[in-house]
Structure formats: structure tokens, C-alpha cells
């Protein structure tokens, strides 16, 4: 997910802090090591198997994931948009800062989702230029194994929310502009940044 101009508006509370020890330099590079596929590539529909092992190999793919988005500029990124076909999200809210940690999701599971809806513009690394509205539910809880493997629980509200939802889409082949229902706003958006209406698996 593509970082905004309104992304610090909202930030999320969640219903713990767990312990993060996956971290890379937050300056871009001058080549990503992981090239970031977008709409059209027929990788992004492929669904995500789940990691058996949260080993060495994983933490360092997260670690190119993050140095990845952080030349992208972006706030999230799902493994599936680098054609690696498993579970797995990093986040960063706050990627100037660094200071903060970033957030790494492993199989991650949706427990629950709150009733209520918001509408929110969003973007992604996978459709660079694209920004458009989207409804989700307003609040999201959970289940996930972090970089070490540990079991977590996540409550998360606003952008950190919306976030976990947009990156858990890519993990079932599905793109935020599959989710938009202003369809006029929506072709206009993708004609302009050279983008094909047929590639959009529309959500009704």
C-alpha cells in the first residue's frame, strides 16, 4: 500500500505491542532487490499458500520485502506482489522514522471484523498513480505469527485497519480497485496511468 498524503490522520490502537526484531535502513535504494509486479501481471491473482517454518530464510525475505518498499515508498507490501507466493505482510506506518518498527504478519488470519464501514482513498504499490475510494470495515482483529514464529493478536482501527485488509486482499489474488464501485472515477484513474480495465476482477 502506497503511503498518503492523509496517512498519520489516522492511526490505529491495537491490543498489544508484540516484540519485533526484523529491521532494515529505511532509505531507498537504488534498485529494489525484490522488483514489485503490477496490474496485469498474472502473478497478483495467484493465491498465497501459508509458511510451514518461520526460519532464517523467511526473516530475510522479509528484510528484502522492506527494503523493497521503503525504495518504493510505500507503507505495506504482500509477498505475493514480489511473486513469492506465501503469507506474508510487512507494514510501516511510519517509515520516516527510524525509530519505529516495522510490523510483520505471517499467515495472517481475519478473526473478526468490526460493523461498522468507512470510506477511505487508497492506493498500492502494484498500480503506481492509481488512488481511489474504498469501503472497508471500520475495525479488523487478527491472528498471525510474527518474525520469530510466535502466535499474535492484532485489534486494529484507521489506517493501520485498513492496511492489514488491503495487504490480506493480495493473499487471496485480489486488488484494491477490485473493490471500488465508482466505476467512472475508476476507469478515468486507470486510463491515465496506462492501465487496462480488463484486468480489474470487480467485487459486487
Known sequence: M????????QMARTAEQPGRTVQVPKQPLAEPPLPIHT???????????????VDDAVRELV????????????????APQVGVHKQLLVIDLDPENPASPPLVLINPEIRSFGSGLDSYEEGCLS??????????????EVNYRDEMGRPRRLKADGLLGRCIQHEMDHLNGVLFVDRVTDELSLNSELQEHGFQRGDVQSIR
Open 63 to 78: 528484510r528484502d520485502m522492506l527494503r523493497s518498499m521503503y525504495t518504493a515508498k510505500g507503507i505495506g507490501l504482500a
Open 2 to 9: 502506497r503511503a498518503l498524503a492523509r496517512s498519520f490522520a
Open 39 to 53: 496490474l496485469g501481471d498474472r502473478v497478483l491473482r495467484t493465491p498465497a499458500k501459508r509458511i510451514g517454518k
Open 127 to 140: 498500480i503506481p498513480g492509481v488512488y481511489l475510494d474504498v469501503v472497508r470495515p471500520s475495525t479488523v
